[in-house]
Nanobody
Framework: QVQLVESGGGLVQAGGSLRLSCAAS????????MGWFRQAPGKEREFVAA????????FYAISVKGRFTISRDNAKNTVYLQMNSLKPEDTAVYYC?????????????????WGQGAQVTVSS
């Protein structure tokens, strides 16, 4: 198991940027694939982005591709989500998640640990 704590959320105008951080504690952080999900008011949780152990492979939802970037620093046990060109429809609670072992990391994939969430609000 790994414990996850998100930070960096807040209020930003449309077109602006935010960077979310997810600090992990526990053993063997670099053995986990990491993902970001979000849940908007009244909607289901949806996949945003994922990154595998070495950081060389990233995956994105179509809705954020080209605007968001996921990265990780295993030495700091931290995964990031850089969000640029934010839109009001990006408003949601963002969750980071950790997945142990092999398998898919995109939409519908199973993750083992979840953070408590960070609120991101984008004003028009």
């Amino acid at each position: 198991q790994v414990q996850l704590v998100e930070s960096g959320g807040g209020l930003v105008q449309a077109g602006g940027s935010l960077r979310l951080s997810c600090a992990a504690s526990g053993r063997s952080f670099n053995a986990y694939a990491m993902g970001w999900f979000r849940q908007a008011p009244g909607k289901e949780r949806e996949f945003v982005a994922a990154i595998r152990w070495g950081g060389g492979s990233q995956f994105y939802a179509i809705s954020v591709k080209g605007r968001f970037t996921i990265s990780r620093d295993n030495a700091k046990n931290t995964v990031y989500l850089q969000m640029n060109s934010l839109k009001p429809e990006d408003t949601a609670v963002y969750y980071c998640a950790a997945k142990l072992g092999m398998g898919t990391v995109g939409p519908g994939s199973h993750y083992d640990s979840w953070g408590q969430g960070a609120q991101v609000t984008v004003s028009s």
